[in-house]
């Protein structure tokens, strides 16, 4: 158990709909990372969040949205969905803004969009 | 940041050694090593990082060669619950993990 957690586990939609993924980071872990794993495919960073503030972009579309919330939990927005978004999307944890120190991964959330 | 080369698969018996190569020959000399793996699209899991050293933890060893253009992970006694997409990426001290290129990994299969 890697202290992070994903809500909800699995999701299915249809196209246009929206959807918000949830995460809670490890205890006292001030960066949020999501990312998108499409089918077959290595992880593709989307944003980051440092404290309540984005501290980088990656790969996002402009359909998707997110933040972080006072608490620490972050939400990730997904709208206007296509058949290409379903992929598992995963929120990680750190300690850090920078620096050495490893990434803690939730269990990701499953989209299918049909 | 500095790319890895990985093999796309490889095969190892249960009980015995699974040696996981990688190649960094562009690595930078404030970039570390980490190693990651990934269980059946569960949650990428820290295994290891390390600099010049080679470095141990209770889950595995990292071998890294004097010249920091490779190195190896190795799982001492794999077990069937290692199958799993090993991956391995290099990424500055100073750096913002944001920077860490995921690459597609080793996927290992450990056979009875």
């Known amino acids: 158990d890697s202290g992070v957690t994903q809500t909800p586990k699995h999701l299915i939609t249809a196209t246009g709909q929206r959807v918000t993924l949830r995460c809670s980071p490890r205890s006292g872990d001030l960066s949020v990372y999501w990312y998108q794993q499409s089918l077959d495919q290595g992880l593709q960073f989307l944003i980051q969040y440092y404290n309540g503030e984005e501290r980088a972009k990656g790969n996002i579309l402009e359909r998707f949205s997110a933040q972080q919330f006072p608490d620490l939990h972050s939400e990730l927005n997904l709208s206007s969905l296509e058949l290409g978004d379903s992929a598992l999307y995963f929120c990680a944890s750190s300690s850090q803004l920078a620096g050495p120190g490893e990434l803690f991964f939730g269990e990701g959330s499953r989209l299918t969009v049909l | 940041d500095a790319k890895t080369t990985q093999p796309t698969s490889m095969d190892c018996a249960e009980g015995r050694a699974a040696n996981l190569p990688c190649n960094h020959s562009t690595i930078s000399g404030n970039e570390y090593v980490y190693w990651y793996r990934q269980i059946h699209s569960q949650g990428p899991q820290y295994i290891i990082h390390g600099l010049k050293n080679n470095e141990t933890n209770e889950m595995a060893s990292l071998i890294i060669t004097e010249d920091r253009k490779s190195s190896t992970l190795i799982l001492p006694h794999a077990t069937l619950r290692d199958t799993a997409v090993y991956y391995c990426?290099?990424?500055?001290?100073?750096?913002?993990?944001?920077?860490?290129?995921w690459g597609l990994g080793t996927s290992l299969a450990v056979n009875p």
């Open positions: 990426i290099v990424r500055p001290n100073a750096g913002n993990n944001r920077k860490l290129i």
